[in-house]
């Protein structure tokens, strides 16, 4: 079945591969980058004047080949093209979904996103990802972690800014654990992008690993299409001065309980999501704290999971 996010249906995902090159590769994928920008700007004006979008039914230009090679077709600024070979950095967990991809013919759709370019040593070089949008089901088959759950427990989580705080319960409710997955140093001005996302990542398996080994059979998160609409609170070490802090918050917790709900069926952890009014501020939230001693995170958390199986059990 499809994962459902964000109020529609994803049927397909993206794996990012980084690479570095030099030299003649780096030329030619530079050349190729700097003219399809110039004819999406050339197309996107001719499209404003025309009823109907144009379209066409290019060949395949980035090939994925064996031992995880990308043959990608470029142009010069001559206009001549050619073939180059990119060997992005591949994961062992996603040898195997490259080869799936490969051996069983999956259709896929590839890019080349070009990150950073300089020159060093009188070489030209470039950063960049080839980017493999494959069907969700190829990924789940070929990345699951566990494929049963014989869990019997119910979790919630809460997402901010730096940590992301499970509350685990039993089927009455009560607190049976709970566990705070920091990640300090990705929310730091400045941070890398790519860098923090890595770490995210990270938390969020090791999230889902410490759920599944603590009996978790269903995971409750807040609903990123309400959330976003709600006020948040603001952090301590905001910018508060910029007018769009609150949006960029928003955006940057709903991304997260995204990349959590599609990594939560690769532990065989069914998902559920529920309305995060009052799971912050009410008065069930102090009591919480009181009750259990916890941190306003953690008894965040615990409302979420409380609200997830009431939901169920109706």
């Known amino acids: 079945m499809p994962l459902r996010v964000l109020g529609s249906f994803v049927d397909y995902l993206t794996v990012r591969l980084p690479f570095n090159v030099d030299g003649d590769v780096a030329k030619g994928l530079l050349s190729t980058a700097w003219l399809f920008r110039v004819a999406a700007h050339r197309v996107l004006a001719v499209a404003k004047q025309m009823q109907f979008l144009p379209s066409t039914n290019p060949a395949k230009s980035i090939t994925l080949k064996q031992n995880h090679e990308f043959h990608v077709t470029t142009i010069k600024y001559n206009g001549s093209t050619g073939r180059v070979v990119v060997k992005p950095t591949v994961s062992r967990s996603y040898r195997e979904l490259l080869n799936a991809v490969l051996f069983e013919r999956v259709k896929y759709m590839g890019r080349v996103v070009v990150r950073d370019y300089g020159v060093r040593g009188n070489q030209l070089w470039v950063h960049g990802e080839i980017q493999v949008t494959i069907p ?20 919630g989580v809460d997402v901010n800014t730096d940590r992301i705080n499970l509350a685990i319960i039993d089927s009455v409710g009560g607190l049976i654990d709970h566990k705070t997955f920091w990640f300090s140093e ?53 910018d508060r001065g910029r007018e769009n802090y609150n949006h960029k918050v928003a955006t940057f917790r709903s991304t997260i309980i995204e990349k959590i709900a599609l990594k939560t069926p690769l532990y065989s952890i069914r998902l559920g999501y529920v309305n995060p009014k009052g799971t912050t501020n009410s008065k069930k939230h102090d009591e919480t704290m009181r009750k259990y001693r916890l941190d306003k995170h953690t008894a965040s958390a615990h409302p979420t999971a409380l609200k997830g199986l009431t939901h169920q059990q109706k």
Do not use: C, Q
């Open 136 to 155: 969700l089901d190829v990924y789940f088959e070929h990345m699951s972690k566990h494929k049963r759950n014989a869990g019997r427990l119910f979790g």
């Open 186 to 238: 990705a929310s730091r001005k400045g941070f890398p992008k790519h860098k923090a996302w890595g770490i995210i990542g990270m938390r969020i398996h090791e999230l889902l690993d410490y759920a599944y080994n603590h009996g978790v059979k269903t995971l409750f998160l807040e609903n990123p299409e309400i959330l976003g609409r709600l006020r948040l609170m603001w952090i301590k070490n905001g």
